[in-house]
């Protein structure tokens, strides 16, 4: 039997204002699982994220965490079961060295990784440590952002397009830090642009199309539904 699920949305609704852009998102993650929302742009990928921590003032229907309905809890008391959320534009303090942004989100609950963990999966961080936000490259802010959450405790990531812009040297490392999270147990939903990058890390793919969840796509059927999901993401 399947697990039950680590998050299970339904009937996902929000709002900017009074502009509905999510119409009844649903989905589940498995513990474990690293599953994708892929979809074009403006489709509600980011949203969805942002409904899921609670930053989407207007929001309804159901978010459950490990049973836990949270569509209803502030942000603060969402952060604090455990999701950790790496927005598309990082978030990295210009002014703040590497050291002391790894320390400033606060941890959540026990069981997060040590600086020498972290340095471990991102070695060029260690490198940088004292090094200002401003003076890193995108690749080294994306691990510095990926890296800075995994201190949290946090055991349900959301990435928001981690792979944007960046060399594929920087991507695949980028892949292989996300299976080793996998391997270590961690859950994680990754919005991706990056179909091809996509395929090589999740285990199921959602396709969003304007604010619905209208398909999923178990990896490993990808090559037989290839046509359909150039067909959903207008490639
Ligand atoms: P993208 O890859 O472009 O980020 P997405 O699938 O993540 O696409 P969302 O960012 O979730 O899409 O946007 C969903 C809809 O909400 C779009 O129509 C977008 O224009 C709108 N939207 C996004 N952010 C805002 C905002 N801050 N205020 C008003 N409308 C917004």
Not at 45 to 56: A, F, N, R, V
């Amino acid at each position: 039997a399947a697990a039950a699920p680590l998050l299970s949305v339904r009937g996902l609704e929000a709002w900017y204002g009074e502009s509905h852009v999510l119409h009844g998102i649903d989905f589940d993650v498995a513990p474990g699982e690293v599953v994708t929302l892929l979809g074009r742009n403006g489709a509600g990928k980011t949203t969805t994220l942002k409904s899921i921590i609670g930053i989407m003032a207007k929001r309804k229907g159901s978010v459950k965490l490990a049973g836990t309905e949270t569509i209803a809890l502030p942000s603060r008391t969402i952060a604090r079961l455990g999701i950790g959320y790496v927005p598309e534009e990082r978030g990295i303090y210009a002014s703040l060295s590497v050291h002391e942004n790894l320390l400033l989100p606060p941890v959540v609950k026990p069981g997060g990784l040590s600086l020498e963990q972290i340095f471990t999966l991102f070695p060029n961080l260690k490198e940088r440590i004292n090094s200002q936000g401003t003076k890193l490259s995108g690749g080294e802010q994306q691990m510095l952002a990926i890296g800075r959450i995994l201190r949290t405790g946090a055991n349900l990531l959301l990435f928001d397009e981690p792979t944007e812009g960046l060399a594929p040297v920087i991507i695949d490392q980028i892949g292989r830090t996300i299976a080793k999270l996998k391997q270590d147990g961690f859950t994680i939903i990754l919005v991706e642009q990056n179909f091809r990058f996509a395929a090589t890390v999740a285990d199921r793919h959602y396709v969003v199309e304007q604010g619905k969840v209208v398909d999923m796509i178990p990896n490993a059927e990808l090559d037989q539904n290839i046509d359909k999901l150039h067909g959903y993401l207008g490639v």
